[in-house]
């Protein structure tokens, strides 16, 4: 286990995302929530403190086959509360196996120009074959969809530069609104589909969107930040060591929480269970109180530089991670929270990427 930082007192502190699908983590928090209560949700986190918030989604309704619960697509949720915030970061799931990758990377674009540069993409790869039957494509083997998820990854980045971010010239006297020379033609030919570009729109605020990958994808070497899910602290960590040696910049922990609320943390998960079992998912679980939690992130920040937190009931949950636990971080130097107007990139302190066809233009001239 390799240490991220030398003693609590030189602790850089951890950026904490959470995830807001549904009514929570467990299978019995609750129904699919109204579109007001998500923003409702999203503008509680941005006030405690959390770095961003992430949206679950599939190509399935949550539910089961005869009773499916609808909602709304992750990326339109993350849209809709762009408007309402101003500082925590935006992150849906939206999966590269059912989503075409020119309008992938066109939808996340805009999502970070609606929110002026707060939009992540959480890579999904949702591969069930009925998952798949519902845009008509029949089962992947593992090969090709680890070589599908890696090109639709490089085409959006690609189609992300492929306006330079002095392009629109809106020279209104000699009616140009754009400088056609630094919008670019893409030409990616991947193994199923092919992508000529340019997007249909201008460059995002951060120049290229914070990607989250799961580490279960494998791809690491191709994520601003992988997501980590282990049933241990030791288990985390070795696996966010061949995260960094893969060349992630950021590694995120996967947390799942039960907290001592107004019923002890015990006791709300027998209830809940005794509604619907919660399976295991290969996430930390943590079951306790506020205090422990906070002990246990302390430890966690020793080797990645983040935790998604998974409420198991975001209404009971959220409320205690707000007032008792990013405090007592906070208090302790292990975290801060974002600041209005700053994009996702300085939140997370990755530096806005060069564009590459600018790059390669210097490098010619």
Known sequence: MTDRHIGLSGLSGLHLALELDGGGAHPASGPVPAPQAVWETAVAAEQAGFALVTFADAPLPPGTVTEPVGRIEAGTRAAYVSGRTDRIGLAPTLHITTTEPFHLATQLASLDHASHGRAAWLVGAAAGADDLATVGRTPLSAANLHREIADVVDTARALWDSWEDDA????????????????????????GFTVKGPLITPRPPQGQLVVLTPDALDIDERADAVLVARPTPAAIAARAATARAAGAPLVFAEVEVVLDADVPAADRLAELNGTADWPGTGRLRHTGSPESLAELLAELARFVDGV???????????????????????????????????????????????NRFAAASATNA
């Open 168 to 191: 629109v010239v809106k020279d209104v006297a000699n009616g140009r609104f754009l400088d056609p020379d630094r919008v670019h033609h893409i030409d990616f030919e991947g193994a």
């Open 308 to 354: 998604r937190l998974h409420p198991a009931v975001l209404a009971d949950d959220l409320p205690v991670l707000a007032d008792r636990v990013l405090p007592a971080l906070a208090a302790a130097g292990l975290h801060r929270p974002p600041r209005p107007g700053d994009t996702l990139r300085t939140t997370l302190g990755l530096p806005r990427p060069a």
